[in-house]
């Protein structure tokens, strides 16, 4: 015959496991839903022609009357494979090349810290 307080341990360490598996299901629910509500607004933002306005340079999918100042916005993750160096090019490119006509919409106060990343978010689905 098994000692019953085996039993409730046992039953405690698989109550507890199951708990966790729970929680870190809802966090990546939870992690999902907010990514996909900041690509939206990245999107929102980028196409902005008052904030992003990346439109105005940037030939980018479903953007219309792009401009062809700067590269086409495709294949990003390949071409930024670290997502700090979109987020510091959007931020301020004269760091890397003082010369870009590309403004430095973080220096200058464009856009906000917040605003680029969804930007950076939206660019990297690109």
Known sequence: MQNPLVKCKALA???????????????SMTSMA????DVAEGKKLAFD?????C???HAMEGGDLA???GPPLVVMKARYPDRSKLSEQIADPTIR???SLMPPF???GILTKDEIEKITTYLLTL
């Open 55 to 57: 439109l105005a340079c």
């Open 67 to 69: 401009g062809n100042t």
């Open 49 to 53: 022609r008052k904030k992003g306005n």
């Open 13 to 27: 360490k698989l109550i507890a496991f199951s708990i966790s598996v729970i929680m870190f299901m809802l966090v």
């Open 97 to 99: 090349n003082p010369n």
């Open 34 to 37: 907010s990514t996909a509500d």
């Open 106 to 108: 973080g220096r200058h």
